[in-house]
Structure formats: structure tokens, C-alpha cells
């Protein structure tokens, strides 16, 4: 077994993007372990971190982590960070004229951030009997500032504080990690990045310097580098720019892997007619070229679907979140990643992400779709095969993609993931001569069990599992977003809590995911083409292709998405097929 450590950068391109990144880095520094004497755990935080140094020679550890966003987004962070500040003397000034200065008041932070501001100037003390990173009055192997949170365990309410992603930012960052896009404003009608051609022109000039130093900086310190987890969002420009990035990244970076991750979040403040079809125009391209540009291309949603009268949202059976504040759907989506990504995370028998691609991605079938139970419902004190036996008639598994699966269980490849069963027993412990009540309980190792159980829906597809018991931890600032069912760990009670009782704080949680390709994927990108094929974009949103694409451009991207839909027919009779659906192949 290796343990050789293949490292990954991380793009994050626009802001639902960095807000479900946000979180997602959030739970892996949770999960970092500071101190030499605890045994290495299943997950290789080298994979996605760096270690660095201050200039006051402070050993850091940040993220292999680029972050584009719009002019405004940042709120209270500063570009550049603070973890490498000079400490520059303002007094320094050298011009002798006279002065006029306009003093703006800052943005008011809320109470989260506040105590982190406390914690790092020594204000306050942290609580590290809920955090991995030890006490130490001395030095330490990563400096204290580093992981700020493993602070005081109080709760937080940020619903109605959190306007920006950095509103909820545990992590210091790299200086070299933020870039901020000038030429649009995030907040405002004006001068919005509203529209796919606008994102394609944006990489060039400064965009595209900044961006190829940031890349070549984190590229050239990596020893064995399999490539780029790309963190996109599909509603608006940022479709555009990201279809352009991964561009750049296949020419440049060639058999390296580039797995891209299409961001949509339920809803959008200030929806009009006119934007939602520019959503629809931006879901469309970018899936055609984001797909042509990736390993694969998994858009990540918990709308009911892209067009513009969607299904009510993914619900959940044991959260309760609110679909409408990006700072809970994100939080859900993060959650549902941090499992997506466990095979080429592992520290031990990790698969690089272009073999997860290649047994996905087969015969030009790039677009994958994506399934979760947050959180995965089992007992406490049960074994996998009772929690399994108690999901007998489906999957415990919701969609992640607005993709619903296959009726039938026809299915050309899938990727499971079983994390954070900790403590829990994998097979069944029935005692001797007693005749097992399933037959997933007469097996003898948790991959079996996992196994035997998707391939009674999915009787002849291709099957990759893997089975990590570390749980996604969870800390301040995530929503607690779970109903009273869970634990402390995020298992089911065998009892409700009397009313009036104290409700336990949810610190981890067990996620199921499942990545797949199939022939349900047909039906979701030809509904995606009718529904922008039944409208004449020149009469209904000209403005849309004022800034490209040409509309020589935009009929060959629905060309290819009618071709990329063929690629998951289902021939063999097993999918019945609608008129509409014969109609647009």
C-alpha cells in the first residue's frame, strides 16, 4: 500500500462556487491533526495543502487553492490575506504636499468573525478539547494562527448575517490564492457578469497573467501533481470563464487529471424572466464546453432542475435546511463533496483522479451525475448490513445533479463512497448457528456488504466502492441544519428527545455519495436542449450573444449537447423513450 502523496490544486471560480468551497475547506481543517504522536489518519491532508512559512518564520499550512471572484465579494477579507502580513508602517509616506483623508467605515463583522479576530490577537482562549490542533505554550509544528478555529465551542446563528462567502471563512488563506475580477460587481445591477460570452473574454490581458503566476507557483512546488478539482459556477459569466480555464488547464497540463464541478445554487435574489433565461443559456454552454474541456463534468445542484420551472428542491429525510440561503445549500453540497472526492484523498490505496475519470467517462460519456444521503441514516449501535436491510426498497441516495436515476437500475459505471461509519460495526454479528435475517448479513467485510447491496439495483454496471470511517466534522460556523433524530455523531436515536430536552449539537456526520453514468443522463441534457431550442435567442435575449459566442458558435454547442446526449441512449429496449425525446435526436 502507498502512501505517495499526489497532490491537487484547487480552482474555485465564482461565488455560489466559494461559498460551497468555503465550507468544504471549513470540514477539512476540522479534520487536520496537529499533534506528531496521533497516528496518520485515512485522508492525506498533503494532497490538498501546503506547508509555508511567515516572515516571522511561522510554519503555515494552507490550501493549493486559486479563488476568482467579483469586484465587492470579499466583504471584510482582504485580498492578500493576513497570514503573511509585513506588519507595513503606514508613517512610511514620503510625499510632503498637503493630504486629504476619506475615512470609510468597514464592513461590520459578525460574531463569528469577531472571535476569530479575538483569537488571533490572543483575546480569548481556545477551547482544543474539540479540535485536533494540541495546546502548547511553546512552539508548535504549525503556528497557531493557522487553524484558528479550534476555538470556543459556542454556537452560532449566521443566517441573517452571512452576506458573503468569507463571512463563515475558518482558514487563513495563501496570499497568492484570492484573485478579484475588476471589470464586474458582485453586488448592484450594473456592470453584472451576467452572461456566458462575457466570462470566454474575460481570460486574457490581467485576468490571464494573474491567473497563469498563480497556477505556475502552486504547480511548480508539487512533486507529483495528478491535477485540478475545478469548482465552477454554471448560472452566470463564471460559466464562461471556466469553460476558457479548463481550456487553458487540458492545453497546459495535459494528462494530468481535471475533474470540474458545476455550481448552481436553488435560487437567485432579484430573479427576473430575462435572467432566468440567461441561467438557462449559461447552464447550456457551460455543460457542453466545461464536459469537452474536463476528465469529467459533474454539475452539483439541490434545485429540482435547470430549467426554468424546476421541481421543488432535493429534500432530505433527517435535515432541515433552507433551500432559498446559499449559506445552508452549500453547506449540504460540501458535505456531499467531501465524500465525492475521498478516492484520490486516501493516504492508503488512493486511485488518481484520471482513473476515477476513465471508469466513468467511457466512450466520450463525460457528463456524470451525482447522488447523496446527507446524512447516511444508520442506527447507532447497528450494523451496515441493518442499515442497508432498513433501505431494501431503494437507495438511501438523493440527487445531487437535478438527475434522477434510472427506473430500471441501467447504469454504464459508478463510483460509491461509505464515509464516516466510525465505531460502528461493518458486518453482522449474529451468533453462531443463527440464520442470518438478510443475505447481506451472512457476509464478511463492509465492501462486500456495500457491494452486494448497490448491485441489487444496479445488477450489471460496473462498480467502484470505496469505505472510509473517518466522518465529516463538523464545527463552528456550520449550520446546524439536522433535525432531532441524530446524535452527537450524526446516527439515528432509537428515540426522539422528550420535548424540552437539550437537542445535542451534531459534530460529525457518515455521507453516502454515488457518482454515476447512465442513461438517465439522456433524458437530463435532452430536456436541457429542448428547452433552449424552443425559443429564437435572437428575438428573445439578443443581448445574450452581443458578447459572444457567435451564433455560428452557439448552434454548434447545441449540436454537440444533442450529440453528447446520444452518447447515453439506451438501445437495448430498457428505456422507454418519449415522442419529445425521439424528436431531438
Same mark, same amino acid.
Given at each position: 500500500?502507498s502512501?505517495?502523496?499526489?497532490e491537487? =490544486?484547487t480552482?474555485q @471560480? ?14 477539512q481543517d476540522?479534520?487536520?491533526s496537529y499533534d506528531p504522536? #496521533?497516528?496518520?489518519g485515512?485522508?492525506?491532508? &498533503?494532497?490538498?495543502f ?5 516572515l516571522?518564520g ?8 486559486i ?5 465587492g465579494?470579499l466583504?471584510?477579507l482582504?485580498q492578500?490575506?493576513r497570514?503573511?502580513d509585513?506588519g507595513k508602517d503606514?508613517s512610511?509616506?514620503t ?7 476619506h475615512?470609510e ?6 460574531s463569528?468573525?469577531? &472571535? @476569530?479576530?479575538?483569537?488571533d490577537?490572543g483575546?480569548? @482562549?481556545a477551547d482544543?478539547?474539540s479540535?485536533?490542533?494540541?495546546q502548547?505554550s511553546?512552539s ?6 493557522n487553524?484558528r478555529?479550534?476555538q470556543?465551542?459556542?454556537? /452560532?446563528?449566521l443566517?441573517?448575517s ?6 463563515f @471563512?475558518? =482558514?487563513?488563506?495563501h496570499?497568492?490564492t =484570492?484573485?478579484?475580477i475588476?471589470h464586474y460587481?458582485h453586488?448592484?445591477?450594473?456592470h453584472?457578469l $451576467?452572461?456566458?460570452g462575457?466570462g470566454?473574454?474575460l481570460l486574457?490581458?490581467s485576468?490571464? $497573467? ?7 507557483f502552486f504547480v511548480?512546488?508539487?512533486d507529483y ?9 454554471l ?8 469553460s476558457?480555464v479548463?481550456?487553458m488547464?487540458?492545453?497546459?497540463y495535459g494528462?494530468r487529471g481535471?475533474l470540474t464541478?458545476g455550481l448552481a445554487?436553488v435560487s437567485?435574489p432579484?430573479s427576473s424572466?430575462?435572467k ?20 469529467f463534468?459533474?454539475p452539483?445542484t ?5 430549467g ?7 429534500a432530505?429525510?433527517y ?8 449559506y445552508?445549500?452549500?453547506s ?5 463533496l467531501d465524500?465525492?472526492?475521498v !478516492? /484520490?484523498?486516501l ?5 488518481p ?12 460519456r ?12 444508520m ?5 451496515? !448490513? ?5 433501505c431494501?426498497d ?9 438527475c434522477?436515476e ?5 447504469c454504464y459505471?459508478q ?7 466510525e465505531?460502528?460495526r ?5 451468533a453462531?448457528?443463527t ?5 447481506l448479513h ?5 465492501e ?5 447491496? =448497490? #448491485?441489487?439495483?444496479y445488477p450489471?454496471?460496473p462498480?467502484?466502492l470505496q469505505?472510509?470511517?473517518? !466522518?465529516?466534522?463538523?464545527?463552528p ?8 433524530s441524530?446524535d452527537a ?8 428527545p422528550p ?13 453516502m455519495t454515488s457518482?454515476q453514468?447512465?442513461p438517465a ?5 435532452s ?8 425559443f &429564437?435567442?435572437?428575438?428573445v ?5 452581443s458578447?459572444? !459566442?457567435e451564433m455560428?458558435? /452557439?448552434?454548434?454547442?447545441l449540436?454537440q449537447l ?5 452518447c447515453?441512449?439506451?438501445d437495448?429496449g430498457?428505456?422507454?423513450r418519449?415522442?419529445? $425525446?425521439? $424528436?431531438d435526436?
Amino acid at each position: 500500500m502507498s502512501s505517495l502523496c499526489r497532490e491537487v =490544486i484547487t480552482l474555485q @471560480l465564482g461565488h455560489y462556487s466559494n461559498f460551497v468551497g468555503t465550507h468544504w475547506w471549513n470540514l477539512q481543517d476540522a479534520s487536520l491533526s496537529y499533534d506528531p504522536e #496521533t497516528p496518520p489518519g485515512e485522508i492525506q491532508s &498533503d494532497v490538498l495543502f501546503r506547508e509555508g512559512q511567515t516572515l516571522g518564520g511561522h510554519v503555515t499550512y494552507t490550501p493549493r487553492l486559486i479563488v476568482m471572484d467579483l469586484k465587492g465579494s470579499l466583504r471584510t477579507l482582504r485580498q492578500e490575506g493576513r497570514l503573511y502580513d509585513a506588519g507595513k508602517d503606514a508613517s512610511t509616506v514620503t510625499w510632503e504636499g498637503n493630504l486629504m483623508m476619506h475615512e470609510e467605515s468597514p464592513p461590520e463583522k459578525n460574531s463569528f468573525l469577531e &472571535d @476569530l479576530d479575538k483569537l488571533d490577537k490572543g483575546e480569548i @482562549l481556545a477551547d482544543f478539547s474539540s479540535s485536533s490542533q494540541p495546546q502548547h505554550s511553546g512552539s508548535v509544528s504549525v503556528d497557531t494562527v493557522n487553524n484558528r478555529l479550534a476555538q470556543v465551542q459556542k454556537g /452560532y446563528r449566521l443566517e441573517g448575517s452571512v452576506k458573503v462567502w468569507s463571512d463563515f @471563512l475558518r =482558514i487563513h488563506l495563501h496570499p497568492r490564492t =484570492i484573485s478579484v475580477i475588476h471589470h464586474y460587481n458582485h453586488d448592484g445591477e450594473a456592470h453584472r457578469l $451576467e452572461a456566458f460570452g462575457q466570462g470566454e473574454a474575460l481570460l486574457q490581458g490581467s485576468v490571464l $497573467e494573474d491567473l497563469e503566476d498563480k497556477l505556475h507557483f502552486f504547480v511548480e512546488e508539487c512533486d507529483y501533481l495528478q491535477g485540478f478539482q475545478v469548482l465552477c459556477d454554471l448560472a452566470d459569466g463564471f460559466a464562461g470563464l471556466g469553460s476558457k480555464v479548463t481550456e487553458m488547464l487540458q492545453d497546459s497540463y495535459g494528462g494530468r487529471g481535471i475533474l470540474t464541478w458545476g455550481l448552481a445554487p436553488v435560487s437567485h435574489p432579484n430573479s427576473s424572466p430575462v435572467k432566468d433565461l440567461y441561467r438557462l443559456l449559461n447552464y447550456t454552454l457551460g455543460t457542453v464546453h466545461l464536459a469537452s474541456h474536463s476528465s469529467f463534468f459533474c454539475p452539483l445542484t439541490l434545485r429540482g432542475g435547470l430549467g426554468r420551472r424546476p421541481s421543488p428542491p432535493t429534500a432530505f429525510p433527517y435535515l432541515n435546511y433552507d433551500p432559498s440561503l446559499w449559506y445552508h445549500s452549500s453547506s449540504v453540497l460540501a458535505l456531499a463533496l467531501d465524500a465525492l472526492t475521498v !478516492p /484520490y484523498r486516501l493516504r492508503n490505496n488512493s486511485v488518481p483522479m484520471w482513473q476515477v475519470a476513465d471508469a466513468l467517462a467511457v466512450s466520450g460519456r463525460k457528463v456524470v451525475a451525482a447522488y447523496g444521503a446527507v446524512p447516511f441514516p444508520m442506527m447507532h449501535g447497528c450494523s451496515l !448490513p441493518d442499515a442497508l436491510s432498513a433501505c431494501a426498497d431503494a437507495p438511501p441516495w438523493k440527487p445531487l445533479s437535478a438527475c434522477s436515476e434510472s427506473a430500471d437500475g441501467r447504469c454504464y459505471g459508478q463510483w460509491a463512497t461509505l464515509k464516516g461509519f466510525e465505531g460502528q460495526r461493518l458486518i453482522s454479528s449474529l451468533a453462531p448457528g443463527t440464520k442470518p435475517p438478510t443475505p447481506l448479513h451472512s457476509l464478511h467485510s463492509g465492501e462486500d456488504v456495500l457491494a452486494s447491496y =448497490i #448491485t441489487s439495483f444496479y445488477p450489471t454496471a460496473p462498480l467502484a466502492l470505496q469505505l472510509v470511517s473517518t !466522518p465529516s466534522k463538523l464545527t463552528p460556523p456550520f449550520p446546524q441544519i439536522f433535525n432531532h433524530s441524530l446524535d452527537a455523531q450524526g446516527f439515528l436515536q432509537s428515540q426522539h428527545p422528550p420535548p424540552g430536552s437539550l437537542v445535542p449539537v451534531v459534530s460529525s456526520v457518515p455521507v453516502m455519495t454515488s457518482l454515476q453514468s447512465g442513461p438517465a443522463l439522456h433524458t437530463w441534457l435532452s430536456e436541457l436542449h429542448r428547452g433552449v431550442s424552443a425559443f &429564437d435567442i435572437r428575438r428573445v435575449a439578443p443581448s445574450f450573444l452581443s458578447q459572444g !459566442p457567435e451564433m455560428a458558435d /452557439y448552434k454548434e454547442a447545441l449540436e454537440q449537447l444533442r450529440l453528447l446526449s446520444r452518447c447515453y441512449r439506451d438501445d437495448s429496449g430498457g428505456v422507454m423513450r418519449s415522442s419529445s $425525446e425521439e $424528436e431531438d435526436d
